[in-house]
């Protein structure tokens, strides 16, 4: 009977253990399959997270490249501008010459009638002013009558010196131009009362009696070249 007893203890608790080793089997399983698919998300979530990065390295790569190209049509574009307007200025550059070819003046001269006309960027003494002009080939200009004065004020010289010049004797003051001939419309100059004036030049209305030794814009004269 205490055998019997024993032999029904003994399989019980064999029969017991083995149910616990069976669910301690099934649960390392679990535990195997839970870590398992753990691993697996995490794994899926990294490769999510690079594909994400790559993408916006992808997306950023192609702004970056399109900033580029944006910045390269810019510089081309202005380029472009700068070219045309070269251009332009070479046209107009040739137009003149061209058109100072068939008026037979120097480059930066004018024509009225037959003489050409250089209109001065500054100004110098009477005196200099005449070198320049010499220096040019030509003199200070001689106004021959209103036309022509209006003609040289519509090429810029309001005030400026022209070639006439005081001649000083004993008996009498004269009035000569460059070209040596006499001024005759003396209707034009007023002598200041005490004072000896020997240059002139143009101003608004009428011309200007001043010292020589004044600074101010000047006018060259020549014939034109053909």
């Given amino acids: 009977m205490a055998d019997y007893i024993n032999s029904q203890v003994t399989g019980e608790r064999s029969s017991l253990e083995q149910r616990e080793n069976v669910h301690s089997g099934g649960s390392k399983v679990y535990r195997v399959v839970g870590v398992s698919f753990g691993l697996l998300c995490i794994i899926q979530s990294a490769l999510n997270m690079s594909l994400r990065l790559q993408r916006i390295g992808c997306r950023n ?11 390269q049509l810019s510089q081309q574009q202005d380029q472009i501008i700068k070219l045309q307007t070269q251009r ?7 137009s003149e010459m061209a058109e100072q070819k068939l008026q037979g003046c120097p480059q930066g001269w004018r024509l009225y009638m037959s003489s050409c006309y250089y209109v001065s960027t500054v100004t110098k003494t009477c005196q200099n002013a005449q070198y320049d002009c010499e220096r040019r080939g030509a003199h200070l200009v001689v106004l021959n009558d209103r036309k022509e004065e209006d ?4 090429f810029g010289s309001q005030v400026a010196w022209i070639g ?22 003396t209707d034009r100059i007023r002598q200041p009362v005490g004072q000896r004036l020997n240059c002139a030049y ?25």
């Fill in 61 to 71: 790569n192609q702004i970056g490249d399109i900033e580029m190209l944006k910045d």
């Fill in 88 to 94: 332009e200025l070479l046209k107009m550059r040739l």
């Fill in 151 to 154: 003609a040289l004020r519509g």
């Fill in 164 to 185: 006439l010049r005081a001649q000083r004797n004993a008996r009498l003051d004269s009035w000569t131009w460059v070209d040596g001939s006499k001024l005759t419309n």
């Fill in 202 to 226: 143009t101003g608004t209305t009428n011309w200007v009696l001043s010292f020589c030794e004044e600074q101010h814009y000047w006018v060259c004269e020549k014939k034109r070249l053909c």
